[in-house]
């Protein structure tokens, strides 16, 4: 199997150099060259580990974790992935976009070259309505910030990893809390096991990028292609279900790349409002610790309840899923509402094309219909029993898989479409499973 990408983290920034709202700022290492084979072969036994539990849209994917799956896909960082290799339509829609001025045509930000941080040319103010740059702590209408009132919106970034494994275990002995994975593209081609195990529990997949660049620095294309070969790989691994939910790396987003992000794929964008910093703990030196994590978690958890809040955290570490263990009981015991970031934010609805990873799935012929394709009608008795109590959890997982796949052939509509659009590609019906 191909080892894990390492995930390095920098020191913090120092604020004297540029003052930056979100001093997010750990870095993503990558070997350029993989030695040996990196991906389980057809007959390896973790593919029998790949069976898709739940609902699906009808059609038959390439099995995770294949040869066949890892082939559709770009290769990983460090480089993004090549526009001109990305699909026409994505192109076109994008143009699209452009054509009717939904895009702002401000300039590509540069890397700062002392500190890194994004930068504007003179007369393009970051913190102004022009740019509005979250990496400088502008918020952009539209964009998510903040949780309810009494609510901790919970998510993580930067899986799948080695890591994720002991927090679904924790998870798992919290009453079945599920959250929400921000996921790295080529991550979950290298880590298909620990991205299976936090879809199949019910937990909430969302996209950050495929290979976790700063986003305002890429280019219109470049930005559909981090976003859409993420988006991709996930609607072909979960049965068809279309992220509703981003977040930049590193926070890092302006009104161009979220206008993207939202016109070409009907994402929106979620930034946090308050940061951990759990992500530099393994830095040299580190850039934070337990201790000091655990005394901002006690902070926050003990303070206002308005707004609520979502906090920055990654699965990046045994030590940054430490940090978390640490501070879920005083989440309970201080009345907050406890959740999963995409359910909570979703209102039901996880997914733009089905409510969640058990319930029915409307079938999309391109990842960009989905935006306008909506959620089946019977998934709404799917997700209705995810409910949420003060000091509890949303948890729409195990319970949603079985009533899940019921509904799933009671809807006609979706199962007819289905073998239609199957039987064009490959000349046969699909099978259901």
Not at 300 to 315: D, N, Q
Not at 321 to 341: D, I, N, R
Not at 359 to 378: E, F, N, Q
Request: proline fraction near 7%.
């Amino acid at each position: 199997m191909r080892p894990y990408i390492t995930l390095l983290a920098l020191p913090l920034i120092s604020s004297t150099a540029i003052h930056v709202q979100n001093s997010h700022g750990h870095a993503h290492n990558f070997p350029r060259h993989i030695q040996g084979t990196w991906y389980h072969r057809d007959d390896h036994h973790v593919n029998a580990l790949f069976k898709r539990v739940g609902a699906t849209d009808g059609v038959t994917y390439a099995a995770i974790g294949s040869d066949a799956w890892v082939k559709a896909y770009p290769a990983g960082p460090p480089e993004s992935p090549d526009p001109n290799a990305m699909p026409s339509e994505w192109l076109a829609a994008l143009n699209d976009a452009v054509a009717r001025k939904a895009i702002p045509a401000i300039p590509v930000a540069t890397s700062h070259p002392d500190t890194g941080i994004p930068t504007y040319p003179a007369g393009f103010d970051p913190n102004g309505p022009q740019v509005c740059s979250a990496t400088y702590g502008c918020r952009i209408d539209g964009d998510v910030w903040d949780a309810p009132n009494g609510h901790v919106a919970l998510s993580f970034d930067d899986g799948p990893l080695p890591p994720t494994d002991g927090l679904l275990e924790f998870l798992d002995t919290q009453n079945g809390q599920t959250v929400t994975h921000f996921m790295i593209g080529s991550n979950i081609i290298e880590q298909p096991e620990q991205f299976q195990k936090a879809f199949n529990r019910g937990d909430d997949i969302a996209v950050h990028t495929w290979t976790h660049p700063y986003m305002t620095t890429k280019s219109n294309e470049q930005v559909v292609a981090e976003l859409g070969w993420t988006i991709e790989l996930i609607h072909n691994s979960t049965g068809g279900r279309v992220p509703r939910f981003w977040r930049p790396p590193y926070g890092d987003s302006d009104v161009r790349t979220s206008a993207i992000a939202r016109e070409v794929f009907g994402l929106t964008t979620v930034i946090w409002n308050q940061d951990t910093a759990d992500w530099s703990l393994d830095a040299s030196p580190p850039g934070t610790s337990l201790h000091a994590i655990n005394a901002s978690m006690n902070t926050w958890l003990t303070g206002s309840k308005t707004p609520g809040l979502i906090i920055l955290e990654h699965e990046l570490s045994d030590d940054s899923v430490g940090a978390f263990k640490a501070a879920y009981p005083v989440m309970q015991a201080h009345g907050w509402t406890l959740a999963s970031l995409a359910t909570l934010l979703g209102n039901g609805s996880v997914y733009q094309n089905a409510a969640n990873d058990g319930s029915a799935v409307r079938l999309v012929s391109d990842i960009l219909d989905a935006k306008t394709a909506g959620v089946p009608v019977s998934s709404a008795s799917a997700s209705a029993g995810a409910t949420a109590s003060a000091g509890g959890s949303v948890a729409a997982g195990a319970g949603a898989t079985a009533s899940g796949a019921n509904l799933e052939l009671k809807d006609e509509e979706t199962q007819h479409s289905a073998i239609q659009l199957q039987q064009s590609i490959t000349g046969y019906a699909p099978y259901y499973f």
